[in-house]
């Protein structure tokens, strides 16, 4: 074999490894995390005079998607959220940067340490929060 041929083989080698490398820094990432059946809003929750008030962050869900269940001692947020995408008018989408908004369905179970009365709950929506007021139950 002649210098000519290593050379060849040697460029080729070095042009598939930089090939490879541009590949992988150029590679749209997602995350490493196993795909989930639902997602688990994050909530804060405070323990006031009257009442435990909890806030859900649910950017982007409609009410109508928004199911909410109180027992005196727990309460379970569930619904979905359908996922944010472009609108036709910005046009197709020709490459994907990232995808971090969490969609789907969606469910929080959160234990209280108080009993609330269930009949005089109220939630509202409000700048892509639910807010959860559960009045604390009468001492009897």
Same mark, same amino acid.
């Given at each position: 074999?002649?210098? +000519?041929?290593?050379?060849?083989? &040697? *460029? @080729?080698?070095?042009?598939? #490894?930089?090939?490879? $490398? /541009? !590949?992988? %820094?150029?590679? /749209?990432? &997602?995350?490493?995390?196993?795909?989930?059946? !639902? *997602?688990?809003?994050?909530?804060?929750? &405070?323990?006031? #005079?009257?009442?435990? %008030? $909890?806030?859900?962050?649910? +950017?982007?869900?409609?009410? !109508?998607? $928004? +199911?909410?269940? /109180?027992?005196?001692?727990?309460? *379970?947020?569930?619904?979905? @959220?359908?996922?944010?995408?472009? #609108?036709?008018?910005?046009?197709?989408?020709?490459?994907?940067?990232?995808?971090?908004?969490?969609?789907?369905?969606?469910?929080?179970?959160?234990?209280?340490?108080?009993?609330?009365?269930?009949? #005089?709950?109220?939630?509202?929506? @409000?700048?892509?929060?639910? *807010? $959860?007021? %559960?009045?604390? +139950?009468?001492?009897?």
């Amino acid at each position: 074999m002649g210098t +000519a041929t290593f050379r060849d083989l &040697y *460029w @080729r080698e070095l042009e598939g #490894r930089l090939g490879g $490398i /541009v !590949s992988e %820094l150029t590679r /749209v990432r &997602y995350s490493p995390l196993p795909a989930r059946e !639902s *997602w688990h809003p994050a909530i804060n929750a &405070y323990c006031c #005079r009257d009442c435990i %008030l $909890i806030c859900a962050e649910l +950017a982007g869900v409609d009410r !109508s998607e $928004i +199911a909410l269940t /109180v027992e005196p001692r727990r309460v *379970w947020l569930r619904g979905r @959220r359908r996922p944010p995408e472009p #609108r036709e008018t910005e046009g197709p989408t020709s490459q994907v940067l990232a995808l971090e908004i969490d969609h789907g369905l969606f469910e929080r179970d959160i234990v209280l340490p108080v009993e609330v009365d269930p009949e #005089r709950v109220r939630a509202e929506q @409000r700048e892509g929060l639910l *807010w $959860i007021c %559960l009045p604390l +139950a009468e001492l009897t």
